[in-house]
């Protein structure tokens, strides 16, 4: 990007932005819900998320990271910008494949990428006029040219977008009716997603308060985001249109633009709203703090007059379960290469990697990776399945996951004593790890207590609550 395009963005993404206060706004997961629906009807992205993405079996961890790279994205700092994009670009580079189709994708496609901006762009429209408020023509055209530059600070132009808001709505309509398809990705996100979305990490403790919840509330949230959606969009996927849903959409929204203008500002703001939700992230969850003890009071006192589980799965797991709820990344039942490459993304993001500390981690999980399909994969189908990693894991060779083990513990130990201290161990596991962290003292975790504890964890012999709120 030149010098001119830079003091721009620094101008564009001050403490005037538009967008940065929306993003900022817990109301926003409307627009990002309502946004990824119409994202995922793109072949090349539906196939892509499909394909390689985490979203279907972490779904909260996804939202996490979201959040982290929008805020890094719209920073003031030109750098920190910059090494958001990089890093982005890197992630994307390794996403491609070929569809059920025989059509191949690549999650560095300009169009889709600028249809992504697009349909963020759109929603955070339609939000904005659904919660009774109403942008004029000056408002609409800078909050247009701030998503234009994110594109820009993403692609290193925004060309592949339109040049100005009169030419947006033809392109978006030509879109819904020429490009968009029925993708598995939107069927998945609509009807199995909103629906069976797990717990997030505060609720699961107390799986039977969410089941509780989540019955009633999936099925609303999907009728509602199909409801929000473009007619023209929803005749073409041949999306259901149920009696009343849209009033009580038009409700639902009016309710959280009202709470938005009328609550305090920390009420409101999205960071509280996360920081409920997992108390392991960064953030102060400020006037919810009472509402999540409370929460956490009244789940204690159902869980006293249900059945208790069975706690042996919290000490070790059975190869079944450690596959479905470790190693099975994506949620599509078999383990490959995205699985892998899904952990080493995670770690990479929340340790901030440069490219060569991030590209040795990526080859660390490759060689793993090569090493299970040589010792696991019977059919030679290029996957892993449940039963083939239940029936060897026991006599699998490990020297491809003390790799990552090692270098895993050189990326986290940033002041590289040979010790992992305290604030590197939060760097990693947030602020899961603090009591495990106080009960070894001051001296923190020498490498091979740290490359232990990781075997341990990864071959499913050690239940780690850390490790878990990680990967699985």
Not at 229 to 242: G, N, T, W
């Amino acid at each position: 990007m030149s010098q001119t395009a830079a003091e721009e963005t620094a101008d564009v993404f001050g403490p005037d932005s538009m967008l940065r206060s929306l993003v900022n706004e817990a109301r926003w997961g409307l627009a990002v819900t309502r946004a990824t629906v119409l994202e995922a009807a793109h072949p090349q992205i539906g196939a892509a998320l499909i394909g390689n993405s985490t979203f279907v079996a972490h779904p909260w961890r996804r939202l996490r990271n979201t959040l982290v790279s929008t805020q890094r994205i719209l920073d003031p700092d030109q750098r920190v910008r910059t090494r958001e994009a990089a890093r982005l670009n890197r992630l994307h580079a390794r996403i491609s494949g070929t569809d059920p189709q025989g059509r191949r994708y690549d999650a560095t496609d300009a169009e889709a990428r600028a249809w992504v901006v697009a349909t963020l762009f759109e929603s955070a429209v339609t939000m904005y006029r659904l919660s009774g408020e109403s942008l004029d023509g000056p408002a609409l055209e800078r909050l247009y040219g701030e998503f234009r530059m994110v594109l820009a600070v993403i692609e290193g132009d925004s060309a592949h977008l339109p040049a100005t808001l009169r030419e947006f709505w033809p392109y978006f309509d030509d879109m819904i009716d020429r490009r968009l398809e029925n993708t598995e990705a939107v069927r998945v996100i609509l009807y199995r997603l909103l629906a069976d979305v797990p717990a997030p990490p505060l609720l699961r403790d107390h799986p039977a308060v969410w089941a509780a919840g989540r019955a009633v509330a999936g099925p609303v949230a999907a009728a509602i985001t199909i409801a929000s959606l473009p007619e023209s969009f929803c005749r073409r996927l041949a999306l259901p249109d149920l009696p009343g849903v849209r009033t009580l959409m038009h409700g639902a929204y009016l309710a959280i633009g009202c709470a938005t203008r009328l609550l305090p500002d920390g009420w409101t703001r999205v960071g509280s709203f996360v920081s409920l939700l997992d108390p392991g992230h960064a953030g102060d969850a400020g006037p919810w703090e009472s509402v999540r003890r409370k929460a956490g009071q009244a789940a204690a006192m159902i869980r006293l007059i249900t059945p208790a589980p069975d706690e042996a799965g919290h000490v070790t797991r059975s190869a079944d379960r450690f596959f479905a709820e470790v190693l099975d990344q994506t949620g599509d039942g078999h383990l490959t290469w995205p699985d892998l490459a899904a952990m080493a993304r995670e770690i990479a993001t929340r340790l901030d990697l440069d490219e060569k500390d991030e590209e040795r981690l990526y080859d660390a999980y490759a060689a793993w990776w090569r090493e299970l399909q040589t010792n696991l994969d019977a059919d030679g189908d290029g996957r892993v399945t449940r039963q083939e990693y239940a029936a060897s894991a026991a006599i699998l060779p490990s020297a491809g996951l003390v790799k990552v083990a090692d270098l895993l513990f050189d990326v986290t130990d940033v002041n590289d004593d040979e010790t992992i201290d305290a604030h590197e161990y939060q760097t990693l596991f947030r602020s899961a790890f603090r009591r495990d962290l106080t009960d070894r003292g001051a001296g923190g975790y020498s490498r091979s207590a740290f490359v232990r504890q990781f075997l341990s964890f990864m071959s499913g012999q050690q239940h780690s609550t850390a490790y878990d709120t990680l990967l699985s």
